[in-house]
């Protein structure tokens, strides 16, 4: 599907409008087709500010919130990011465009193998894919720099925040799984974890183990 420059003008403008300001996160945004990272008759409504449903009973998250989420991981371009719930690929198709390199994880293994053909495709040779139980986050590739969790945890998970460098930031959703979450931004500073509430959000929750048809 092609999309025309005045979808693509609103789908920026919208991004804005919510507080997406960050010019290279915007860039990312604009670079990669949502669309692409959408199945079927949902793929034309890609453009549009909305959560969309994706296989394996997860969703795709609403574009202002990768955005937002982006940005407030205040990224460095020479960044080792890990990113637990891979789902469609789209947020960590941005976070490719951003950092030297991008490590995502996701239970069910047909998302993985799904965004993984999609990261071929369009050349993002820096992302790294797995499927796993990420809330033990990537021991061997630890510490990271950023940590994003786009799955909703009662808690920051312990593993990923052990994993995370001193001066390092981790983006998660905290609250009771079905309700609506709040995003927590945690910097891991000499002495400890800062906590900052920054948004409600409503995200799939995080669970355990390995997606069933794996
Ligand atoms: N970031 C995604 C949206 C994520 S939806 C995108 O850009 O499209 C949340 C994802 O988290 C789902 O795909 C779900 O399978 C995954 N997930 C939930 N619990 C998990 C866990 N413990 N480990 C890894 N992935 C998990």
């Known amino acids: 599907m092609t999309v025309s420059a005045e979808d693509k003008m609103q789908f920026l403008f919208a991004l804005r409008s919510r507080g997406v300001t960050d010019a290279r996160v915007l860039t990312a945004m604009e670079e990669i087709d949502r669309g692409l990272f959408v199945r079927g008759l949902f793929a034309e409504r890609a453009y549009e500010d909305m959560p969309l449903p994706i296989a394996c009973g997860q969703t795709i998250s609403q574009p202002s919130v990768v955005g937002l989420m982006t940005q407030a991981l205040e990224l460095n371009p020479r960044d080792k990011v890990l990113e637990i719930g891979t789902g469609s690929g789209y947020q960590a198709a941005i976070l490719s465009k951003l950092v030297r390199r991008v490590y995502t994880v996701d239970r069910h293994r047909r998302l993985v193998r799904e965004a993984k053909a999609i990261f071929e495709a369009l050349d993002l040779g820096n ?21 994003i969790v786009t799955a909703a945890a009662e808690d920051p998970p312990g593993p990923l925040l052990a994993q995370l460098k001193i001066g390092g930031i981790m983006m998660v959703p905290v609250g009771q799984s079905d309700a609506v979450q ?7 500073t000499e002495d400890g974890f800062d906590y900052e509430e920054l948004r409600p959000v409503r995200f799939v929750p995080l669970l355990e183990g390995l997606g069933k048809e794996a």
Do not use: E, K
């Not at 992302?127 to 986050?137: C, E, L």
């Not at 709040?182 to 891991?188: D, H, K, N, P, S």
């Open 127 to 147: 992302i790294t894919t797995m499927t796993a139980d990420g809330s033990h986050g990537l021991p061997d590739q630890a510490p990271f720099d950023r940590i």
């Open 182 to 188: 709040t995003l927590i931004r945690v910097r891991r």
